[in-house]
């Protein structure tokens, strides 16, 4: 023993080192583990927290627990630690020997895996070793050395203890010897001999063994000395277990936890006095575990925060308000109508103020102090108090209070301001009240009258009505300090009445409630469900203090340059400069990879057919000290933030690349935040697929070039027909205009014979009666008329020179007939000069009104034509006041021919049967009309 020099000041030093507990979150069956009694605790390469118990071994991320005990395929619920190899296999130390280890959500154990089953033994596990690609497995008896699936065993009787030094298995024996193995697979003894030991570490390139309350320290397998710490305590205690982090050694004892500086191996402190600490863990986010047996675990994040208790008498209270008076003494309102008052250099002074009808549970919310007395408000009272003693109190509370004008105003369930100061400054009642209708939880001052902070949003008191502040939206208020009022929506409220959005509530993480607003200088200090928070005014900056995340600050008090807490577990003190940075990103873990709801092992890339398409990756990501969020991002896309460990993807054929990130939500944002990429390769469905697209372009090109094909030829044939049909309608018309023409021509031969030999007869007669003179006339109108109709041969010709024709006739007629009256009347929109009729058409008609109406009546006789649209006909009207048609006939006996003939003549032109295309009727006041239609045609 080489330095027995410092146990004397050792000695000295643990026993004047008594230092409090740190602020700690206890892990005990009650908070999910198995069992109280924990050997270890092991973080693995994935930052799971496995906890290794008398019943079974609990896994942790942070947030829930998965259990592995017998029922899961352990062979031995008692787990003393797990070793995690270099494949990724998570190991369990049982006490009956038999193995078994975790990989990919299943158990392996000797009877569903072979290596498993060739290396179990009878005998219990000291150790498993992972060097490179060898794995050891040590009990009493023999060491097993894995190399992928061969396996070699080396007997060796006694061993103790084994420990991984400088990528070597040095093992050590009942007998004192020290065994090394390599690589090599074979072992050499040392000449160096050590006292018989319990457990052993490599830390800080030596090594060290517990051996009672000894710590021995080797600097190397080769040295027989060894520096020698001495753990006094008043019994003796064992060491169980040996942690180095930045240069302190904490060792796990029967009796706490002691803290040692890794040079000179002083006792720097001790924690968790009677305590018996198992196992030292340290997480990757700096956090300690404490393993004890029979008490749980002891999780702390800052094994030296800069947070303290202030008072350890209200270690463990509930504090609901803390502020100080003028005096410089701290005051706290407690649960059960207490508070206490500490004064300086003074003993504490503790209330229990009974209020008349109140009960005890109720508690202080608020204390406000003035010059000559402070007031004290809770939930169901409000007290006066003068030099700490109450001297006037009334029944009658709530969350918040102000005066004015010799009023309380009192923020409760409902806004009351029932109670008034007479001139002795006693509280009286005066029967006066305002219901908001909401809970309120904070009051105080505006320009013109009061501003009230609600569940529902902040209200404006003119002292005779309530308003709501529209720009404050529905907003839940929070709470309020003097100048400033916060809601969920991250509004505040300056004393100005300046409402402005400061920050949004995201902003905080996932904090619910605020508790309490404390303002100084630039920075207001926000206390929260979730802990403290600071916000720079100036240059709107953030920032969580992470020692504080597990504390419920519900007050905040300024202290001698620190604030003070009041918590659910006492009063804390912490300095708001001692600002500390959360360095690591939370881990980030792809759990399952789900796809189409069939699970497939997490890999990088996954190349899936045109079906599987429906995706969800399932995550965790891991931080003991706070709760992360999520933010994910398709194709280098924006990223987009989310709280659930679960993306649920309906993805369309073709390449993504999914970027899954954890961010801490403590404040913290990080540059080397860890991310996670998966790439996605969907195939295009069949049909969507380039070769069977041309392929059914082709197909589709051969079936629409066939149809087109037979198609035309049906379109040739139907051509052909067509042409045909046409040709022998065209000869059909031809044809029947032939046939029309002729009979037209047929007809004028008729007619025309009829017509000259009127004429000549006419004629003769003048000579007869030696009127030459009206002979002459008569044969040159007679010339011109026969000259117009044998030169035009037309079948139709234009209205206007039928009627010119017309004219001339009715002109002759007038030399035989003085007394005979003609008139034309052109009904409508009709142009005489556009319009197509048969020709001949309206002569011999008038020729009968004439000969056969108007000549046998004395006196006398009129020819009325009238022409008019009807449709797509044209209406000839010809009206006489001759004697009638039975007359005529009586006088005729033979049918006249040119009606007839004109009958058919405007069947063929109209292609019609009927007979309301010629009509003739005797008229009741005597005389005929005749009715002529035939189709209306345009020049």
Known sequence: MRIKGLIAYIIFTIQTVDGSNP???????????????????????????????????????????????????????????????????????????????????????????????????????????????????????????????????????????VVKHNDTLVVFRTLGSILITDTTEHYRESSSRVNQHFFTRSVN????????????????????????????????????????????????????????????????????????????????????????????TYYVKDLYSPIELHFKDLEGEAIHIVNRDKNGAIWVGLDENRFKVYRPNKSPIEFNIDAPGTPKKARITRIVHTDSCTYVLAKLFLAKLVNYKVVDIIGSGGNDFIFHNRTVYVAGPVFVNDITLNEKNKFIRDNREEYLGQRSNRIGKSKTGLIVASTNGVYTYDFSKFKKVNKMGKAIVVDMSENYLLTMDGCLFHKNQDFRKFKQVSDFGNVSIFYCI?????????????GLYELDLVDSVIYHFPQTFDLSVKSICWYDGDLLMGTDNGLYRINPNSKQNILEPPSLNIENVIINGVYLPVQDFYNLNSTQRNISIQFIGISYKSNPSYSYSINDEDWIETNS????????????????????????????????????????????????????????????????????????????????????????????????????????????????????????????????????????????????ILETPQSTVSLEKELQTLEKYVAMAKMRFPKLNYKVTINGDLDATKVLIPNMLLQPFVENSIIHGLAPKSGAGTINVEISRDGDLIKFRIIDD??????????????????????????????????????????????????????????
């Not at 710490?229 to 050694?249: C, F, G, M």
């Not at 030829?713 to 045909?724: A, F, N, P, S, Y």
């Not at 063929?908 to 309301?916: F, K, L, P, W």
Request: charge should be positive; aromatic fraction near 10%; charged fraction near 25%.
């Open 23 to 161: 602020i700690y979150t206890h892990y005990n069956v009650n908070k999910g583990l198995p069992s109280n009694t924990v050997y270890s605790v092991f973080e693995d390469s994935k930052k799971f927290l496995w906890f290794c118990t008398e019943s079974g071994v609990a896994r942790y991320d942070g947030t829930n627990y998965r259990y592995f005990s017998l029922g899961e395929g352990i062979p031995d619920a008692d787990v003393f630690r797990v070793t995690e190899d270099h494949l990724g296999r998570i190991w369990f130390h049982t006490v009956n020997g038999q193995l078994s280890y975790y990989l990919n959500n299943k158990i392996y154990n000797p009877s569903n895996d072979t290596l498993c089953s060739r290396i179990s033994t009878s005998s219990i596990i000291v150790d498993i070793a992972s060097i490179d690609n060898y794995l050891y497995f040590i009990s009493k008896d023999e060491i097993s050395i894995v190399v992928g699936q061969r396996i070699k065993k080396l007997d060796i009787n006694g061993i103790k203890s």
């Open 205 to 296: 390139g030596k090594i060290h063994c517990l051996i009672g309350s000894e710590l021995l320290i080797y600097s190397g397998v080769k040295d027989t000395t060894a520096e020698t710490v001495i753990i006094p305590a008043k019994k003796d205690i064992l060491l169980n277990d040996v942690t180095q982090h930045k240069h302190k050694l904490y060792l796990g004892t029967i009796d706490g936890l002691y803290v040692l500086d890794d040079q000179t191996y002083t006792v720097e402190d001790s924690l968790f006095k009677g305590h018996n600490v198992s196992h030292v863990n340290i997480d990757f986010e700096g956090g300690f575990w404490i393993s004890t047996l029979r008490l749980g």
């Open 518 to 530: 404390y303002e100084k200088g630039r920075k207001l200090y926000l206390g929260s469900v979730q």
């Open 645 to 788: 460990p679960n993306l649920l993807l309906n993805l369309d054929p073709g390449d993504y690349n999914i970027k899954i990130s954890s961010i801490n939500t403590a404040g913290e944002f990080y540059s080397n935040r860890i991310i996670k990429e998966l790439k996605f390769s969907i195939a295009q469905p069949l049909w969507l697929k380039p070769w069977f697209i041309l392929t059914c372009f082709a197909i589709l090109l051969i079936v629409v070039y066939v149809i087109y094909a037979l198609n035309l030829r049906r379109i040739k044939g139907q051509h052909v027909l067509e042409e045909q049909e046409k040709e022998q309608k065209m000869l059909k018309i031809l044809n029947e205009k032939t046939i029309l023409e002729l009979e037209h021509k047929a007809l004028r031969m008729q007619m025309n014979p009829h017509f000259i030999f009127n004429a000549i007869n006419t004629i003769k007669g003048f000579y007869l009666e030696g009127k030459f003179k009206d002979a002459s006339k008569y044969i040159d109108h007679f010339s011109k008329l026969l000259r117009n």
């Open 882 to 939: 001759g004697v009638g048609i039975k007359k005529a006939k009586s006088r005729h006996a033979k049918k006249s021919l040119s009606l007839k003939l004109t009958k058919q003549r405007l069947q063929m032109i109209n292609n019609s049967q009927g007979d309301e295309l010629l009509q003739i009727r005797e008229l009741e006041t005597g005389g005929a009309e005749l009715i002529i239609k035939t189709k209306y045609e345009r020049i």
